[in-house]
């Protein structure tokens, strides 16, 4: 496989921008929007809930889609829907079509995010694999980086609408250069696969070690994101402060992801340990998050950066490694599930353990689950080896 030229990759870049933005631009702001669309917590909730809960029951469908028809139609048909999604809330200004919204695209964001990451796969050659996720990955993290930034700043200077609005021109300008610079990429034929063959691929440990992996990395961001600040609040620090340090988070992870990806592609990086180190440095993220003040935040959101910025192009690169490439699409695609059910269950169990004790219970207790299975490994490891 010939690799794909560097203009057929920015727009797949800019995709996994589109999606991230869309995904914490939003949430980060409707809470802080008090119009008739927002009017109590239980709303702002289903309302975040309905973009993950139509990513975690779809992404999986459209993965396997991609594979049947090819990546480019499933992207390029999964903007364009992001598009008049967004464009419905624009238009019509009502609390009904919010809902209809910001459901619409969550379920188009399942369409282009695994079509984008198995395009990313198919386009590159085995041995670029790591620096490509690695850059896509680095575009993800800018987008979960600017969205609560930038869409705050809409939505000040506009309302809810401009920031549709934003949003749909955006998906417009990226399907329109992902028509024009990615390739053509035609499915592969395929042998025919029962429910057993596809049970039996994805609970293989090929498949599951890595989408463990990115799973807690994914928990450990979204805990990162959304504790953090309530950390810093109860240290006494300003609003400022803990949104920089927060940002410090996502920072480091797109700074970090590149730099992954390529040590993975030199031979410098090996998936066990890129996977294990990145897991263990997560881990020690959580914990520093207990420290005093200004000092526990920012350790926390630099570590817990590192980690997952480990973690991310290493984890995709062996999933793609290991899937036969007429399989691709659907092995993003359930990888993204695994992504998405840590998104959802790392909150849920610091916040749990944290009603019942005290927040930095919380963070030890998600801690300590990201640390089990590392140190099982190495100690399996030691063992083979006495």
């Not at 396997?64 to 809330?89: C, E, H, M, N």
């Not at 401009?162 to 499915?187: H, Q, R």
């Not at 504790?227 to 920072?251: D, K, N």
């Not at 691709?328 to 909150?347: F, H, N």
Request: hydrophobic share 55%.
């Amino acid at each position: 496989m010939n690799p794909a030229p560097k203009r057929a990759m920015w727009p797949l870049y800019a995709a996994g921008f589109t999606t991230a933005f869309g995904a914490h631009g939003i949430a980060a702001n409707l809470g802080g929007f008090s119009a008739d669309a927002v009017t109590s917590l239980l709303v702002l909730g289903g309302l975040l809930a309905l973009y993950d809960g139509a990513e975690v029951l779809l992404k999986p469908v459209f993965g396997t889609l991609a594979d049947r028809v090819g990546g480019k139609p499933v992207l390029l048909g999964g903007l364009l829907a992001f598009a008049a999604a967004s464009a419905l809330y624009a238009v019509a200004d009502s609390p009904g079509w919010l809902w209809a919204a910001r459901l619409g695209q969550g379920a188009a964001a399942s369409a282009f995010s695994p079509a984008a990451s198995a395009l990313v796969a198919r386009l590159n050659p085995a041995a670029k694999r790591g620096r490509a996720f690695g850059s896509y990955g680095s575009y993800k993290s800018i987008g979960y980086t600017l969205g609560p930034l930038l869409g705050g700043v809409l939505v000040w200077a506009g309302g809810l609408r401009l920031l549709f609005t934003v949003m749909a021109v955006c998906a417009v300008a990226v399907a329109l250069w992902a028509a024009l610079a990615v390739p053509a990429v035609p499915p592969l034929p395929r042998t025919r696969q029962t429910v057993a063959d596809l049970a039996r691929r994805l609970s293989d440990k090929s498949f599951l070690g890595p989408t463990a992996a990115l799973a807690g990395a994914t928990a450990a961001l979204s805990v990162g994101v959304g504790f953090l600040p309530v950390s810093g609040a109860a240290a006494g620090l300003g609003t400022v402060a803990t949104g920089a340090a927060v940002s410090v988070l996502a920072a480091t992870a797109a700074l970090v992801q590149p730099k992954a990806g390529r040590a993975l592609d030199a031979g410098r990086l090996s998936t066990r340990a890129g996977l294990v180190a990145g897991l263990l440095v997560t881990a020690l993220g959580l914990a520093a998050a207990v420290l005093p003040r200004l000092v526990g935040v920012v350790m926390a959101a630099a570590l817990i950066g590192i980690g997952t910025g480990l973690i991310t192009p290493v984890g995709f690169a062996a999933l793609a490694a290991s899937t036969p490439e007429e399989r691709m699409g659907q092995t993003m695609g359930s990888a993204e599930l695994g992504r998405e059910l840590g998104d959802a269950g790392g909150p849920l169990l610091v916040a749990g353990v944290a009603t019942v004790s005290t927040l930095a219970f919380g963070y030890g207790a998600l801690a300590v689950v990201l640390a089990v299975g590392p140190v099982l490994a190495l100690t399996r490891r030691g063992t083979r080896r006495r």
